[in-house]
């Protein structure tokens, strides 16, 4: 994902003190996330270990997100200019 900026995003791993856990307790993952109402909270969000699945179920979910970064960011999540392989969402 690239911003407007040129600056590059990176999908976002969660890890560490303070994150908050996923429906399965898990607290250390990629994050996507529904949109609509209650798309930011953590009980909505599907979690995934390893980069490929959540780059699979967004390709599978055009309108769903994911958490990005960059070094001097905080995570945020994002909708649009999203792409996978190569591919755009």
């Known amino acids: 994902m690239v911003e407007p900026d040129g600056s590059e995003l990176e999908a976002n791993y969660f890890k560490g003190e303070g994150v908050k856990p996923d429906r399965l307790g898990e607290t250390e993952d990629y994050r996507c996330h529904p949109p609509g109402d209650g798309h930011n909270e953590t009980s909505n969000g599907v ?37 996978c392989d190569g591919l755009s969402q």
């Open 47 to 83: 979690y995934y270990r390893s980069l490929e699945d959540p780059a699979d179920h967004l390709l599978a979910n055009p309108d769903w997100g994911l958490r990005v970064t960059t070094p001097a960011s905080p995570p945020s999540l994002r909708y649009s200019n999203v792409s």
